[in-house]
């Protein structure tokens, strides 16, 4: 479309693969059930779908309008291709494990990735040429209401700085927490992002700052190469 893709009313989208391409934003937050989704967006407006599968594969998503990326999935997701939000950012929400696999990579200004599991969903995304300024990452019960004991692993390319992790209403319990950086720093900076693990595991080229009073974990371990402190 040369303008807006959008659902109306009750409109919803059943099919194998979905790709869209817009350039005034894609709503899709109805009932939808697609088990693959490729999204090309450009000048304005956000890339938003809200869908049931197991998993939903993200195969490419190009934002380069501005906007967000808002994925919303009853069920795993799993990113296989390039997400890209040039000057945006990346939202993904799931009921199972979010996970990056193959060539799958994600870019953007934040990363938020939740998920929402009582016995615990995993969020494994360790690709080396993931690329966010700032994450938020949690492992949640089914309400989004306190922490669960789930894993929870990022790589980024360059720096990243954590707005927060495992944080919510209550932190009774948390799961592992894995950050690397592989070119770059780790820090809480200037957000005072709060982590909240069992063990937070760090792995930095030119620092690991994490020097918030409000961190909350049982053990730490860190590795930092060629400059900065830890």
Do not use: C, K, R, W
């Amino acid at each position: 479309s040369t303008g807006l893709v959008q659902e109306t009313g009750a409109g919803l989208i059943n099919a194998d693969v979905l790709t869209t391409s817009s350039a005034g934003g894609t709503s899709l937050t109805n009932a939808n059930v697609v088990s693959s989704f490729t999204a090309t967006n450009i000048t304005s407006g956000n890339i938003a779908l809200t869908n049931t599968a197991a998993p939903l594969t993200i195969t490419n998503i190009t934002q380069s309008g501005g906007g967000d990326v808002i994925i919303i999935n009853t069920g795993a997701i799993d990113v296989t291709g390039t997400v890209a939000a040039t000057a945006g950012d990346v939202s993904l929400t799931a009921t199972g494990a979010i996970t990056d696999s193959g060539a799958g990579t994600l870019s953007g200004d934040l990363l938020t990735a939740n998920t929402l599991n009582n016995a615990g969903a995993v969020i494994t995304l360790d690709n080396v040429n993931n690329n966010f300024a700032t994450i938020n990452l949690a492992a949640l019960n089914a309400a989004g209401t306190d922490a669960v004991n789930a894993a929870i692993t990022y790589t980024d390319a360059n720096d990243v700085e954590i707005v927060a992790i495992n944080v919510a209403a209550t932190m009774t319990n948390a799961g592992n927490v894995t950050l690397t950086s592989v070119a770059g720093a780790i820090s809480d900076g200037n957000t005072g992002g709060v982590i909240h693990a069992a063990l937070l595991t760090t792995s930095s080229v030119t620092g690991t700052v994490l020097d918030n009073n409000y961190h909350f974990l049982t053990g730490f371990t860190a590795t930092n190469s060629t400059s900065g402190d830890i």
